[in-house]
């Protein structure tokens, strides 16, 4: 059985050789038991699939992109012989990121935001897969939130201080790139006290002025106004009314 | 080239961390041991990048990395300690306190991955997850495509029993 599983599995992966497949073809054609076994082996392919890419998504990204070492790593670190003893860099925080020249391009593997005709629909699938451990790691000085929002305004055309994106009640934890259709995306993360994350988002899209709207979707609440050919949008898992009150303190400064 | 190599694998770090990380996971069966080699990794392809060749693929560059670390560093270090990671139970399912949020088949599915042994949760992981074919396997793994089909064979048959 384990040879024939071997075969039918590779029949399934189309992995046999043109004469190994016509052998395995003709005896599957005469044995009804290897017919079943067969449906029984190819009936684990797509679970199996979707299970693997569920895996993807719990991959702590924020964390590990917070991780990357900088630039010209120091040499001697580098070398040490047991190769782990790396969570120091992790105080890093960005830096990396940012000594490559600005605010990072985060390319998702999920392919979501390709395929979303709305970017706000695109913001809320990945705005769902944040959990209260994706930001709250992070904590960088007020340097180098200057220095993360500087190279996040440079890309989506605002400008960006510290002190232009605080809110009452919220941490600033990160600011980093997205694209949606070639358009830049740029995400400010906050936390609240809980470690929830809260996000606002810019992008440069060409929008006309519009004023602002909100909605909920999901477990998520939508704030977003359009100006300058740039929009605009606070998400979270807050009430309704908070991210408006968000956005709207915001509105009046960026 | 040395230079082009190096923007190539800067270029190519980021793109790669999740699924560097679904690897190391898979491989360590520990969270914390995936985190610490993903990080590892990244630091050693920097170090290295002048031995990438320009126009290559670098997620496999990468990933022979990372298992070149885990096979030489991090596992052999971690059985020296006595630690080992052979009974951290759902690994791939758990946090090592809680459940975490999936699905139904996906949760069943990862616990029977979860409970091959790790040459063919490996295998399984590059071919169903990455898509390497049977000769890039098994060329990854260094062993012969027999084994790569026995492998395959074992994990689906594991998950062909799940109902």
Do not use: H
């Not at chain 1, 992790?90 to 935001?113: C, E, F, N, R």
């Not at chain 1, 995400?187 to 606002?200: N, W």
């Not at chain 2, 390497?132 to 689906?156: D, W």
């Amino acid at each position: 059985m384990g040879d024939d599983d071997a075969e039918l599995v590779a029949l399934i992966d189309n992995e046999l050789d043109e004469s190994r497949r016509a052998a395995l073809l003709a005896r599957l054609a005469a044995d009804e038991w290897l017919r079943q076994r067969y449906e029984e082996l190819r009936r684990t392919g797509a679970p199996l699939a979707a299970s693997l890419d569920e895996l993807l998504t719990q991959a702590p990204l924020a964390r590990l992109r917070a991780a990357l070492p900088a630039e010209e790593p120091p040499r001697q670190q580098s070398r040490r012989s047991s190769g782990i003893a790396l969570r120091d860099l992790a105080a890093g925080i960005a830096i990396g990121i940012l000594a490559a020249g600005g605010a990072a391009w985060v390319a998702l593997s999920l392919g979501l935001l390709r395929e979303r005709q709305d970017w706000r629909t695109a913001v809320v699938e990945y705005t769902n897969l944040y959990t209260n451990e994706t930001f709250s790691p992070l904590n960088p000085d007020a340097s180098l939130q200057a220095i993360e929002l500087r190279a996040l305004g440079a890309r989506v055309g605002v400008n960006l201080t510290p002190e232009s994106v605080a809110l009452p009640g919220l941490r600033f934890t990160a600011a980093f790139m997205l694209s949606y259709n070639g358009a830049p995306l740029g995400v400010v993360a906050y936390v609240d006290s809980s470690g929830a994350p809260v996000l606002l988002c810019i992008i440069a899209n060409d929008a006309p002025d519009a004023p602002m709207r909100s909605e909920r979707r999901d477990n998520l609440s939508l704030a977003w106004w359009s100006r300058g050919g740039r929009s605009r949008l606070m998400i979270g898992r807050i009430p309704e009314e908070r991210a408006v009150a968000l956005a709207q303190t915001l509105e009046e400064r960026i | 080239m040395s230079e082009a190599s190096r923007r190539e694998v800067r270029a190519g770090l980021e793109p790669a961390l999740a699924r560097l990380w679904r690897y190391a996971l898979v491989l360590s069966r520990a969270r914390d041991a995936a985190d610490d080699l993903v990080q590892a990794t990244c630091l050693r392809a920097i170090e290295r990048a002048d031995q990438f060749v320009p126009g290559t693929r670098v997620d496999r560059w990468l990933f022979a990395i990372l298992r070149s670390i885990w096979l030489n560093d991090i596992r052999s270090q971690r059985i020296r300690q006595g630690g080992g990671f052979v009974d951290a139970a759902d690994a791939l399912t758990t946090d090592g306190e809680r459940e975490i949020e999936m699905n139904i088949t996906a949760s069943a599915v990862l616990r029977a991955i979860d409970r091959l042994p790790e040459a063919q949760r490996e295998t399984v992981l590059l071919v169903y997850g990455e898509g390497y074919s049977y000769a890039e396997a098994a060329a990854a793994l260094g062993v012969p495509i027999g084994t790569i089909m026995s492998r395959l064979a074992a994990g689906r048959a594991a998950l062909a029993k799940l109902k």
